[in-house]
């Protein structure tokens, strides 16, 4: 009866094991951003596509993993995001949410994230708060922030004589992350904020907002927006003669879908801080190559591609653990080794969750100096990764205190 039980026991672990190690090696993958209003063109659809060739790339389908691709519009609204990253995780079993454009939404998502033990690999929102008060052990921020815009683009306009800023500034959290952090570049590189406006997002119409900016006499009318609400705010302002009458703009958060949208006539001359430019080498090329051959020629913003980089660097992960369903523990193993990247070149993830790697300061090509469609960039500096993104030391992350 015994040698009977015995066997029996060892039949079930031969069983258990051998269909443990048959079990099918799944991903689910989220990418939630906005796909029909003023952040369409920079993240929208664009970053579908960057998520399926990141899946590609990685080769784990050849391998015999199943990775799905679901998407959604949270239409900028931190509680339509909420609900959709709530109803992935409990209802469709998403294991990884990524881009999330929009601060306040990318801010919801981060927390549920969190609670439930997922991943959120933030591509599109700018709030540096996600690696400062809001930081999470479940949570990357990926691209950039508005830390690094504000000592990219803000300093450098500071000390070339943009001593006096008046900031016309979306009002929700991004917005006002952005005025904040380049404000505190303005004041610290000795010079002043002389007034500021806030402006609902996807606002229309800026005419009485640029009258306020004209009024104030500032050198410089910093533009803490993004996006269709970035193009909007400089076409305007070039009607109400604001440059022509001697201020200047300086947009904070400039993509390569705004130059194309704007045109270079009136794009010609913007500085602006990035990671990612598609013509930077032969890796930035080639992708961009297929990105656009999906994208009906258009070429790759930062946060697209951004959403590529930060997927292919987790499935890799993934692939190592053979396993997605511990959101800290991939999030742990993705921070434990650097990160050579074949978009953003070398880099790694801090304690605090932000992602860093050099940073570009660009300048806006004339129509002149442009030999081929998106050939809209020339670069002026090379922001190193240590000098790039917020200190450490400076963080407010409750991870670095526990």
């Known amino acids: 009866m015994k040698s009977r039980i015995l066997m029996g026991l060892a039949i079930l672990l031969a069983a258990t094991t051998a269909a443990s190690a048959q079990a099918p090696k799944t991903v689910k993958i989220g990418v939630l951003n906005d796909q029909s209003g003023a952040y369409a063109d920079m993240g929208g659809v664009g970053s579908v596509i960057a998520a399926q060739l990141a899946i590609e790339d990685s080769g784990l389908k050849q391998k015999g993993w199943t990775i799905d691709v679901l998407s959604a519009d949270h ?110 570049v303005v004041e610290k590189n000795g010079g002043k904020v002389v007034g500021r406006v806030r402006v609902p997002l996807g606002t229309s119409d800026f005419s009485s907002f640029l009258v306020q900016a004209q009024g104030s006499k500032a ?75 999906k994208m009906r020629g258009a070429k790759p913003t930062m946060v697209q591609a951004g959403v590529y980089s930060a997927t292919l660097n987790y499935l890799k992960t993934v692939a190592d653990l053979g396993d997605a369903k511990d959101g800290r523990k991939v999030v742990d193993a993705m921070k434990a080794k650097p990160i050579k990247d074949p978009l953003f070149g070398e880099g790694r993830i801090r304690a605090d969750g932000r992602k860093i790697h050099d940073m570009y300061l660009f300048e806006v090509k004339k129509p002149a100096e442009s030999k081929a469609p998106w050939d809209y960039y020339k670069l002026r500096a090379t922001i190193p990764a240590e000098e790039a993104f917020r200190p450490l030391s400076q963080s407010e992350c409750a991870l670095l205190k526990s």
């Open 75 to 184: 239409q900028n609204k931190a509680d339509i995001a909420a609900n959709v990253a709530r109803g992935w995780f409990d209802v469709d079993g998403v294991d990884m949410i990524t881009d999330v454009t929009n601060s306040a939404a990318a801010l919801a998502v981060n927390q549920i994230t969190r609670d439930k033990n997922k991943v959120m690999l933030a591509s599109g929102p700018a709030t540096s708060d996600l690696t400062g008060k809001a930081c999470s052990p479940n949570t990357v921020h990926w691209t950039s922030d508005t830390w690094a815009f504000a000592h990219g683009t803000g300093q450098a306009i500071v000390k070339t004589g943009g001593d006096t800023w008046f900031f016309l500034t979306a009002d929700y959290a991004f917005g006002q992350a952005l005025e904040r952090d380049t404000a505190d």
């Open 219 to 293: 050198k410089i009318v910093g533009l803490a927006n993004s996006g269709a609400d970035t193009t909007n705010s400089i076409k305007q302002a070039a009607e109400f003669g604001i440059v022509a009458g001697g201020q200047n703009l300086a947009g904070l958060l400039i993509y390569i879908s705004d130059v194309n949208s704007m045109g270079l006539p009136v794009a010609q001359g913007l500085i602006l801080t990035s990671p990612f430019y598609w013509d930077m080498n032969d890796k930035t090329r080639a992708f961009s190559q297929r990105f656009a051959e």
